[in-house]
């Protein structure tokens, strides 16, 4: 009878340990995030222009070439996938992470605080300056951000300075390329145009003729280049920061910039 008893109660216990593990099972998986998403799809998918040399720009051999291109690639090595890039228009870069086109941008993208409110931005890996660039000769004579007041800048829409200038009183003639911009101020139908050194200096190598001269530099405007993704993706984030931190403890940041600006343009000249 003790044996019957004790047989029956083993097997009881096993029952019940077998419901355990039946539950445990029956158990939903946590929810992936958009970082398990693209290491189960083998890859980083990068929105670019494609027509912004040297940031991001289609070679002589039909390749994607250029700093952004570099440092895109790079993350992804540091995500363990591959790097895929869509080029789209400018104004539809940042639109296609809210409608999951791709993954992020990185295409010389600001972090201002009115995209800080829509995104979540990398530690910076590049900085710019502002200045602006008029026709050869300076006809108006802009010298001052006084100067802007009435005047016709060409810019693209989504420009991360369109609000300032028009608080200055300058008035926008969207363009959408590095080439429209140039041709506006050249033949007037704009004042002027708001390139960095990176960009004039590309342009003029690509047309040495070209007509454009600096009119003056806003010195105290930095342009603080980041990596964006959609609100929430904290794993994400976390992972992007760790490959720009990565890039720059190795040096590798500053080689890629000097490879493709002739100089170091990973710090902020004016931080403390």
């Known amino acids: 009878m003790k044996k019957r008893i004790t047989l029956l109660l083993v097997l009881l216990m096993i029952v019940g340990l077998l419901a355990g593990c039946s539950k445990k099972e ?66 539809a870069l940042l639109v296609g992470i809210d409608s999951q086109r791709w993954d992020t941008v990185i295409a010389d993208v600001t972090a201002t605080d009115e995209r800080r409110e829509k995104y979540d931005f990398s530690d910076p890996y590049l900085f710019t300056g502002r200045q602006v660039v008029v026709k050869t000769g300076n006809p108006l004579g802009l010298h001052t951000v006084d100067d802007l007041n009435g005047k016709k800048v060409a810019t693209n829409a989504t420009n991360s300075w369109v609000p300032k200038l028009e608080a200055m009183g300058a008035e926008i003639v969207p363009i959408e390329t590095t080439d429209q911009c140039a041709q506006a101020v050249i033949n007037g139908t704009a004042d002027f145009c708001m390139f960095n050194d990176v960009v004039l200096k590309e342009y003029r190598e690509n047309h040495p003729e070209s007509e454009l001269e600096v009119a003056f530099k806003i010195e105290s405007d930095i342009n603080e280049v980041s990596i964006p993704c959609r609100k929430g993706e904290e794993r994400l984030l976390a992972e992007f920061n760790a490959a720009v931190k990565e890039l720059r403890d190795s040096g590798k940041l500053k080689e890629l910039s000097e490879k493709w600006f002739l100089q170091d343009l990973t710090f902020n000249p004016y931080a403390n």
């Open 26 to 91: 029956a158990e939903p998986e946590a929810p992936k995030d958009q970082l398990d998403s693209i290491r189960e799809a083998g890859k980083l998918v990068v929105g670019i222009e494609g027509t912004y040399p040297p940031f991001n720009f289609v070679d002589d051999n039909g390749n994607y070439a250029g700093y952004d291109v570099d440092v895109a690639t790079a993350v992804a090595e540091h995500l363990g996938v591959e790097v895929e890039f869509v080029m789209a228009e400018w104004d």
